[in-house]
């Protein structure tokens, strides 16, 4: 299995911040996904981000709001900016191990906006 | 696009009863179903999973799961659980074809609380 490190593993943020967090996975990966769990819900997909392209965004989620970098195959960042108390959750990083079927993940940043 | 629902959001029990935790999904196509699990302040572990073949799945800490695909489901069981097992559960899918992989749709999550 592939192990994920997270920084900041938490942070509490002022409004109108920005947060940078990182996803670093000891192997090399294609895909990288960045996933977010809000307070009492279920997680859900913010973007699928491939080394050397541009990530790609479900519906929902902004480029302008969470823009996201793979600059190679065992990092990635993913910023939230011009936070909002809304934006106060846990966001995952996520990879598939290499020919698997399933997703490993990180142990997540935990954000709280005030 | 697939989708999931998980029909409890809490379930109490107590130790060394059984426990089933159940999960609907929705798709077009075939899929691959998870469980993970998520204790409090951690990331997600994946407790098993069903690709093909056998419909009865075992996974970690003594969980099993059954694919039922008339049902549609993809319920989570245990015959007798510990303390040790109080933690969120959810069931994900994905779509079985090669271009989705590593991207998982989660079901709402299920609250398992385990009393003495």
């Known amino acids: 299995s592939a192990v994920i490190s997270q920084k900041p593993s938490r942070d509490i943020c002022q409004r109108g911040t920005s947060l940078t967090i990182q996803c670093q996975v000891d192997?090399?990966?294609?895909?990288m996904f960045w996933y977010r769990q809000q307070p009492g819900q279920s997680l859900t997909l913010i973007a699928t981000?491939?080394?050397?392209?541009?990530?790609?965004?479900e519906s929902g989620f902004v480029i302008d709001k969470f823009p996201i970098s793979r600059p190679n195959l065992t990092f990635s960042t993913l910023t939230v900016s011009n936070m909002s108390p809304e934006d106060s959750s846990i966001y995952l990083c996520?990879?598939?191990?290499?020919?698997?079927?399933?997703?490993?993940f990180g142990q997540g940043t935990r954000l709280t906006v005030v | 696009a697939q989708s999931v629902t998980q029909l409890d959001s809490q379930v109490p029990v107590f130790e060394e009863a059984p426990v089933e935790l159940r999960c609907n999904y929705s798709?077009?196509?075939?899929?691959?179903l998870f469980w993970y699990v998520q204790y409090p302040n951690q990331g997600l572990q994946l407790l098993l999973k069903?690709?093909?073949?056998?419909?009865l799945v075992k996974g970690i800490n003594g969980f099993e799961a059954e694919f039922n695909k008339s049902q549609t489901s993809f319920h989570l069981r245990k015959p007798s659980v510990h303390i040790s097992d109080t933690a969120e559960y959810f069931c994900?899918?994905?779509?079985?074809?090669?271009?989705?992989?590593?991207?998982?749709?989660f079901g709402q999550g299920t609250i398992l609380t385990v009393h003495p």
């Open positions: 981000a491939n080394q050397g392209s541009e990530a790609t965004y």
């Open positions: 069903y690709l093909s073949g056998s419909t």
């Open positions: 798709s077009s196509v075939s899929v691959y």
């Open positions: 192997s090399q990966v294609t895909m």
């Open positions: 996520s990879v598939p191990p290499p020919g698997g079927t399933e997703a490993f």
């Open positions: 994900a899918v994905r779509d079985a074809g090669g271009t989705s992989y590593g991207k998982l749709t």
